[in-house]
């Protein structure tokens, strides 16, 4: 079973940054695909960014282009979300997710994510 821990979060003002860590354990599979979620008060989960752990082929999604930057540490086991130039937009809890990898574009799929971490807050004020 995998298992996901979200750390990094906080509160930051317009413009601020903050990097988000997922530690990952319980692998079973030789490639899994990881990615960041987001969901503000009132509003549907949205991904964020997108990772395979094999290849390291990256995805983002929305407003995370070219603001926030996914990454990992394969050696560690660990997942990150760089988040630059944040907007109070951007504020809501950021989950980190996980499934097996099936195929080449697979992990830009969201729908069918099957492991998820409890999340941390990111709050961005104005």
């Known amino acids: 079973q995998v298992q996901l821990v979200e750390s990094g979060g906080g509160s930051v003002q317009t413009g601020g940054s903050l990097r988000l860590s997922c530690a990952a354990s319980g692998y079973t599979s030789s490639g899994y695909c990881m990615g960041w979620f987001r969901q503000a008060p009132g509003k549907e989960r949205e991904g964020v960014a997108a990772i395979s752990t094999g290849s390291s082929s990256t995805y983002y999604f929305n407003s995370a282009k070219g603001r926030f930057t996914i990454s990992q540490d394969n050696a560690k086991n660990e997942l990150y979300l760089q988040m630059n130039s944040l907007k109070p937009e951007d504020s809501a809890m950021y989950y980190c997710?996980?499934?097996?990898?099936?195929?080449?574009?697979?992990?830009?799929?969201?729908?069918?994510?099957?492991?998820w971490g409890q999340g941390t807050q990111v709050t961005v004020s104005s």
């Open positions: 997710a996980a499934k097996n990898w099936q195929y080449v574009d697979s992990c830009r799929y969201l729908n069918d994510y099957a492991y």
